[in-house]
């Protein structure tokens, strides 16, 4: 039982550059995020879905794209990166809709916008 | 939207020491309450969590408090050991969605 899965662990881009941030969970959860963590900032939200097909944006959602696949994968993508993008992406799976019971985080991807 | 707060950002305890993190929110309506623990350069994890028809919950060495009423829930660890330094995000439901505190770092002196 894996539980949250990101690829990749590190990315180092420039300025323009698109990659996609890949997330799968093997929970059979319906929900799952995507955030954002800056220093002295906490965790911010992204994007949510609450099942394949849907998704919602959270609180900054600008210069981001998602896409639910299935049931299983929830995938970010930034198509012309900023360093303002420089952060620690988190995905995240839940049981209980929008954050109602407890998030099982994957173990981050660290990018660099230069 | 809620606004989360918790107080002190940082808190330095000798071990073996207690240690209490507390946070704030506005939203009375609000009804779930986890605590998430992170260790330096790891993901967030889920340590305790309450939801408002209980007072306090424990865990072995944790516990958490909730006061509907003042709208604050604390996070109390006893006995502190190294492994309990950590970046600690309170986080708090209501109105739909999670919002999350910005974090205590906790330092255990040995």
């Known amino acids: 039982n894996a539980g949250v899965t990101q690829t990749p662990k590190f990315q180092v881009l420039k300025t323009g550059q698109s990659m996609t941030l890949q997330c799968a969970q093997d929970m059979n959860h319906n929900s799952m995020y995507w955030y954002r963590q800056d220093p002295g900032m906490g965790l911010r939200l992204i994007y949510y879905?609450?099942?394949?097909?849907?998704?919602d944006k959270g609180e900054v959602p600008n210069g981001y794209n998602v896409s639910r696949l299935n049931k299983r994968e929830f995938s970010l993508r930034l198509e012309s990166a900023a360093p303002s993008q420089t952060s620690v992406y988190f995905c995240?799976?839940?049981?209980?809709?929008?954050?109602?019971?407890?998030?099982?985080f994957g173990n981050g991807t660290r990018l660099t916008v230069t | 939207g809620e606004n989360v707060e918790q107080h002190p950002s940082t808190l330095s305890v000798q071990e073996g020491d207690s240690a209490v993190i507390k946070c704030t929110y506005s939203?009375?309506?609000?009804?779930?309450f986890p605590w998430y623990k992170q260790e330096l350069g790891k993901r967030p994890q889920l340590i305790i969590d309450i939801r408002s028809n209980v007072g306090e919950k424990k865990d072995q060495r944790i516990a958490v408090t909730l006061n509907k009423t003042a709208k604050h829930f604390s996070l109390h660890i006893t006995e502190t050991q190294p492994e309990d330094s950590a970046v600690y995000f309170c986080a708090v439901y209501g109105n739909n969605r999670l919002a999350f505190g910005k974090g205590n770092q906790v330092v255990v002196i040995p």
């Open positions: 939203d009375s309506a609000s009804n779930y």
């Open positions: 995240a799976s839940s049981e209980a809709p929008r954050g109602n019971s407890p998030l099982h």
């Open positions: 879905s609450a099942s394949e097909g849907t998704t």
